[in-house]
């Protein structure tokens, strides 16, 4: 990926090579803070990974690993903090520069296109961890008012549901042909 914008949790590594390496990232607390402010999220407190990348046919690199992360979010329902833990599995492909992603197959590991002879490994952890995120976290006791949950709403006696009449088109027509 690149960006005009610092990246906030950085960790460029070197590719190529011929034995897997094995490798731990750590986001510090202001990395944290960065993360957590673009994914407009209340707080990042942890970010963590264990990664370990193998050479693959063609300069390909395949990262393998997990990530931990303690997150706190806004409850979809009452606004209020929502503390997370984030533990996801990593599987991806980390292609040679120049090499578009072509593997469309959802079940095969994403791809990861590189520009040069390094690739941020950090960008690539807090990618997955946006990924991770709960899309809709909610807190344990968090409940929807009963004037807002749709089942207390009953329709007014004096509605009625039936369509208006409306006139039928072919009516005119069919005037036209009588005389």
């Not at 992603?101 to 490994?121: K, Y």
């Not at 009953?154 to 069919?174: G, I, K």
């Amino acid at each position: 990926m690149t960006t005009d914008n610092p990246l906030e949790f950085s960790r460029r590594h070197r590719l190529g090579g011929t034995e897997s390496r094995s490798l731990e990232l750590r986001a510090r607390p202001e990395e944290c803070a960065a993360l957590a402010a673009r994914f407009r999220i209340p707080g990042v407190t942890r970010l963590e990974a264990w990664l370990t990348l193998s050479p693959e046919n063609g300069g390909t690199m395949r990262l393998r690993g997990r990530l931990a992360a303690d997150v706190v979010q806004e409850c979809v329902v009452s606004l209020g903090p929502v503390p997370q833990t984030v533990d996801a599995a990593l599987d991806l492909r980390i292609l040679p520069p120049g090499t578009p992603a072509t593997d469309d197959d959802p079940d095969s590991p994403d791809e990861i296109e590189t520009f040069g002879d390094a690739v941020d490994l950090g960008e690539v952890v807090a990618e997955q961890l946006a990924l991770a995120l709960d899309p809709y976290p909610r807190a344990p006791d968090a409940a929807i008012p009963p004037e807002l949950d749709g089942t207390t709403l009953e329709p007014e006696a004096d509605m009625d549901d039936t369509a208006p009449e409306r006139p039928n088109p072919f009516a005119a027509l069919s005037r036209l042909k009588r005389n």
